[in-house]
C-alpha cells in the first residue's frame, strides 16, 4: 500500500527493532511523549501482533515512521473513538513520511467504522500541533500541567478528527 511516493504498509515483527529505535528517540530526547519508559523490542512486537492498525513507512529500505491507534479510553461507549500516535526517524520530517502514514491510518479507521481519531500532542511540540491541524485536526481542549518529564510539568493539546 502506498500513499503518493512514500510507501506504506503493515508492520510486522521484523520491524519491531526499528520501531522501538524511533521511539526511544523521543522517549529518551524530547517533550513529544511524556512516556519516560523506553519500549524494547520484544514490547513493540507484541503491540505490532495486537494493534488493529500498526503502519510503518519504509524509504530507501528503512524504517523512516510509524502510525498506529489505540481505543481512546477503555469502555465499551468509547470503541468507535481512537487515538493516533505517529512518529518519524530523527531527520525525516518535512519529507511527507507523516502525512502519507496519516493518510492511511485514517483510511483504515473509516474502513473500521471509527467515528472519531484524537491525538493529545504535548504543547512544548509545537511542530507536532501545527502538523495535526494540517491534516484536518481541530484543536478542541488544552490540559493544563497534565503531562510530568525533565522535572516540570507540560500541557496536553487534545484535536479531534471527525472520521
Known amino acids: 500500500m502506498t500513499s503518493g511516493a512514500i510507501p506504506v504498509r503493515d508492520a510486522s515483527a521484523a520491524d519491531a527493532a526499528a520501531v522501538a529505535a524511533i521511539w526511544n528517540h523521543y522517549i529518551r530526547d524530547t517533550a513529544v511523549t511524556f512516556n519516560a519508559a523506553d519500549k524494547s523490542a520484544a514490547e513493540v512486537a507484541d503491540l505490532i501482533a495486537t494493534r488493529e492498525a500498526f503502519l510503518v513507512a519504509e524509504v530507501d529500505g528503512t524504517v523512516a515512521g510509524f502510525a498506529t491507534w489505540v481505543q481512546f479510553r477503555a469502555g465499551v461507549g468509547y470503541r468507535f473513538t481512537i487515538e493516533n500516535t505517529v512518529l518519524l526517524a530523527p531527520g525525516r520530517g518535512g519529507q511527507g513520511i507523516g502525512r502519507a502514514l496519516m ?12 467515528h472519531a481519531m ?11 500541533v501545527a502538523f495535526h491541524a494540517a491534516l484536518g485536526f481541530r484543536e478542541i481542549a488544552r490540559l493544563p500541567q497534565v503531562g510530568h518529564k525533565f522535572g516540570r510539568w507540560m500541557d496536553l493539546v487534545l484535536m479531534q478528527l471527525p472520521l
Open 118 to 128: 484524537w491525538a493529545g500532542v504535548s504543547a512544548e511540540n509545537p511542530a507536532g
Open 103 to 114: 493518510g492511511v491510518l485514517a483510511d483504515r479507521a473509516r474502513a473500521a467504522g471509527h
